[in-house]
């Protein structure tokens, strides 16, 4: 039931979520909102809602954003000869559902390369899957076990051609993703750690979003067989 702060706000999560991308701490945001932090954090990870009167200071801030549809942007490689300018960057509109990086095994491939795969959420039940590659020009600093850190802003992703920007339905989705390593290693003659197990992920991302995927094994116990163990 509604109290003197209002009904409970819907857009809370993503409100909050866009005054931390802005630079505002949990902590910040607990002042601004006359909360304690606990609650802020609940609210970030969509535990519970906020009264529209708490988050008020927010909305006057950040409101304008929440109506802004969700969208990525994507550069491509520059056609030799072409000078730079913004038809070079593709914007694909829907909620990002999926990103995850992949860099070629070890001492199998040099220089380095990877590729970053993104799957976002068109309209319902449309997808878009983009495929990124990175080059030779991977950054120098690595971790103690020399991993490239691929979520760094200077990995140069580039989309290599306007065949890697694709538009699915469900099926196609997950069949192209499952069957994308196998892709790689015949058309690029490229390995990438982990990529076979892209399918995987891309399922658990649709599934955690409310899609259900036909076809899963599924572990059971009767009531009888569990009492026995």
């Known amino acids: 039931m509604p109290t003197k702060k209002g009904p409970e706000y819907e857009q809370t999560q993503r409100l909050i979520n866009i005054a931390i991308k802005a630079g505002q701490t949990q902590e910040k ?3 601004l ?6 609650t802020v954090s609940r609210w970030k990870k969509g ?10 200071p927010l909305l006057k801030q ?9 969208f990525q942007l994507y550069q491509r ?3 030799e000869g072409c000078a730079p300018s913004t038809s070079m960057f593709l914007k694909v509109e829907g909620r990002l559902l999926l990103r995850e990086a992949f860099e070629t095994i070890p001492e199998v491939r040099d220089p380095p390369e990877a590729v970053r795969i993104s799957v976002q959420e068109v309209t319902k039940g449309c997808f878009a899957l983009v495929i990124e590659r990175a080059i030779g020009r991977l950054p120098r600093s690595r971790d103690k076990y020399k991993v490239v850190n691929l979520r760094s802003r200077d990995m140069p992703w580039h989309l290599p051609e306007k065949g890697y920007a694709l538009l699915l339905d469900q099926e196609q989705i997950l069949g192209t993703t499952i069957t994308l390593h196998e892709f790689c290693k015949k058309n690029w003659s490229r390995e990438f750690a982990g990529l076979d197990r892209l399918g995987l992920l891309t399922t658990l991302a649709l599934m955690n979003h409310g899609y259900i995927v036909d076809g899963l094994e599924a572990l059971t116990v009767s009531v009888g067989e569990a009492e026995q163990t």
């Open 29 to 31: 945001i607990a002042k």
């Open 62 to 70: 950040y409101g304008d954003r929440i109506e802004r549809s969700p």
């Open 33 to 38: 909102c006359r909360v304690d932090q606990s």
């Open 47 to 56: 535990q519970s809602r906020a009264r529209l009167g708490q988050v008020k």
């Open 77 to 79: 490689n520059i056609p």
